[in-house]
């Protein structure tokens, strides 16, 4: 990498930001498409302070991640209208007037796009029934997406009046956890993060019902195999892992800041090199 006056800056801010995968996969897609530019993690307690920074320095976009996606929406100058229906920011790409210098800032959502590419990659979305467990930011994300595919979603989440609120939030179907065994859908999605480390002999659903459906995703990625998604795969469901979710939005959010169509095999080998070398840490 030969970092000069003219190299690109990209990055993520958050807090925690250490364990974010989104540095290797954003910076093996500009390697492989001779980009001069480098995307860096920042930590960062005062969004209003980092905005400012930002600009200040230059930077040519970055990913939110938590606890900033929806405080970041009182400084910028204009929202993309998924990103407001859904209530988060995950991009933010700075754009800078050629006449006064002025820096604008314009923030997007991509959770919704990546956890849909992901699945369209394996089921027809169209009329599909997916049960969506769990109802925080992801769930949110996920939810929206697929319903707008055409997909008929039911959501369901520990919280019964959190998953309440999101039915009625997107207009899609609600179930209790009682309701489970009677449900039949194409797709099964855990955005929760039940399984994940350190708990994971956690998992959403008793492995006799995952018959019932065809695919089941999980969008957890530490550990990429979680035991929902073995279980999954003994019953014979096709399985999708986290980093298919994780690749597609960073994909999108390399679009959105590059203009160029994403490297998705480099980014994909690298999330996997990244999370292997992690394991054997
Ligand atoms: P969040 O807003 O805090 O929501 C957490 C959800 O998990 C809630 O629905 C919560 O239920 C549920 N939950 C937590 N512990 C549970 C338990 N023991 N039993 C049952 N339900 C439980 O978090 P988030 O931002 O949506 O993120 C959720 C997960 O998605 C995390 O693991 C995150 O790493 C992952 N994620 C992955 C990607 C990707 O690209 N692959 C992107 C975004 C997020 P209650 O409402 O009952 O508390």
């Given at each position: ?5 003219k ?11 250490g364990?974010?995968l ?19 993690p920042?930590?960062v307690?005062s ?7 930002l ?19 009182d ?15 995950n991009?933010?790409l700075?754009?800078?007037n050629?006449?006064d ?12 796009l ?11 979305l ?7 467990f ?6 949110k994300?996920?939810a ?14 520990r919280?019964?009046d ?5 039915a ?53 990625y ?16 096709i399985?999708i892992?986290?980093l298919?979710?994780l690749?597609?939005?960073g ?11 994403p ?13 292997l ?5």
């Amino acid at each position: 990498m030969n970092i000069n006056g003219k190299t690109a800056l990209y990055g993520i801010i958050g807090n925690p930001v250490g364990h974010s995968l989104s540095p290797v996969m954003h910076n093996a897609a500009l390697k492989a498409l001779s980009i001069n530019g480098v995307y860096v993690p920042m930590n960062v307690e005062s969004v209003a302070n980092a905005v400012t920074g930002l600009k200040e320095l230059g930077f040519n976009g970055v990913s939110i991640t938590i606890p900033h996606k929806e405080t970041i929406f009182d400084f910028l100058d204009w929202i993309d209208p998924v990103a407001e229906r859904i209530g988060a920011v995950n991009t933010l790409l700075f754009q800078k007037n050629a006449e006064d210098n002025l820096v604008t800032t314009h923030g997007f959502n991509t959770d919704w796009l990546g956890a849909r590419m992901a699945l369209a990659d394996h089921v027809t979305l169209k009329n599909a029934r997916a049960l969506v467990f769990g109802a925080g930011g992801a769930a949110k994300a996920v939810a929206y997406g697929l319903h707008e595919a055409g997909v008929k979603v039911q959501v369901v989440n520990r919280t019964e009046d959190k998953a309440r609120e999101l039915a009625s939030w997107l207009g899609c179907g609600f179930a209790s956890y009682s309701d489970l065994a009677s449900i039949q859908a194409e797709i099964l999605v855990n955005t929760t993060s039940v399984g994940m480390v350190p708990n994971i002999d956690e998992t959403v659903i008793p492995p006799e019902l995952l018959g019932n459906f065809e695919v089941v995703m999980d969008i957890v990625y530490a550990p990429l195999q979680t035991r929902l998604l073995r279980e999954a795969s003994q019953k014979g469901c096709i399985v999708i892992d986290g980093l298919a979710m994780l690749l597609y939005q960073g994909a999108a959010q390399f679009e959105i800041w590059t203009g160029q169509r994403p490297p998705l095999n480099v980014m994909r080998e690298a999330l996997e090199h990244e999370l292997l070398l992690r394991e054997n840490i």
